[in-house]
Every structure is written in C-alpha cells, then in structure tokens.
C-alpha cells in the first residue's frame, strides 16, 4: 500500500496517540492497515514493535497479522488475537508456511509449504 495524503489523513488518529514512542518519519513504514471485515477490526502490520501499544489504544481491534521476524506467532494479547504464519518468503528451507484466517469462525489454520 502507498502512503498516500489519503492514508496519512486516515491514520493521524492513530499516529497522535503513539507519536510519544514513534519518530514521525517512520510512521509511513510503520503505519498499520485497518480494516473491517465481517464486523472485526482488523489490523497488518508488518514490523511487530508497535502491536502491545495499539492494542492498548485500540482494544476493540478483533486480530492483528504481522510479518517481519519470520517466526510462527499465534496469541492473544488482552482479547486481541495477533499473528504472523511465520517463515513463507524461502528464505529459511524447510520452514515455509502461511496462513488462512476464517473471519467468521476466527480460526486460523497455518499451512506449509
């Protein structure tokens, strides 16, 4: 996703409630995608450092993706579920997977690869 003035208008929000622990000119990198999806919030990011404190802004959010770390994630942190389906770029053989996530039943299923 670009980092349109379109985007950063729909993310100020956001950004001033963690602006304290985000330098500004890493927010287009760090920016995370809201979006609604048979009625839960839904969040991606892609570098996991600023999940706990979004979670703590906006615990309503249903599940967060992320990747970056290349490591299987699967948890709940408060009543947020977050996950990263791990290593699925190729770069570590034998360790490849990704996800599917069931919107309705909140399932999700790790698939390798």
């Keep these: 996703m670009e980092f349109t003035s379109e985007v950063r208008k729909a993310t100020e929000p956001i950004y001033q409630?963690?602006?304290?622990?985000?330098?500004?000119?890493?927010?287009?990198?760090?920016?995370?995608?809201?979006?609604?999806?048979?009625?839960?919030?839904?969040?991606?990011?892609?570098?996991?450092?600023?999940?706990?404190?979004?979670?703590?802004r906006y615990p309503e959010t249903s599940v967060i993706f992320h990747g970056h770390t290349h490591k299987y994630r699967n948890e709940v942190i408060n009543s947020t579920l977050v996950i990263n389906p791990g290593e699925s770029a190729g770069m570590i053989e034998g360790l490849n997977a990704i996800g599917l996530f069931n919107t309705t039943s909140k399932e999700f299923k790790r698939i390798r690869f």
């Design 17 to 56: 409630k963690i602006s304290k622990i985000l330098p500004e000119i890493e927010w287009p990198t760090h920016a995370p995608y809201i979006h609604k999806i048979n009625k839960l919030k839904i969040g991606i990011f892609h570098e996991p450092e600023n999940i706990e404190e979004f979670i703590f």
